[in-house]
């Protein structure tokens, strides 16, 4: 089964990320690499710059999003 980790971004922050909710996603093949992802967004931010931090991360089953 596939994952998908979706991070929230602050609406003021200029991203140009093509949905109204400030939002990004990626799939990944096990929930323990979409968790990854997610804590490396806190710990990073965008783009690992360290300079925007997601508002909220979430890892949800590949399935939820169809």
Not at 23 to 50: I, M, N, P, R
Request: charged share 20%.
């Amino acid at each position: 089964m596939e994952f998908i980790s979706k991070a929230y971004w602050p609406k003021d922050a200029g991203l140009s990320l093509g949905n109204t909710e400030c939002s990004s996603t990626d799939t990944h093949d096990t929930e323990e690499q979409a968790q990854a992802v997610c804590s490396a967004l806190h710990k990073h931010g965008f783009g690992g710059e360290g300079k925007i931090f997601p508002v909220k991360t979430v890892v949800i089953p590949a399935l939820a999003e169809v």
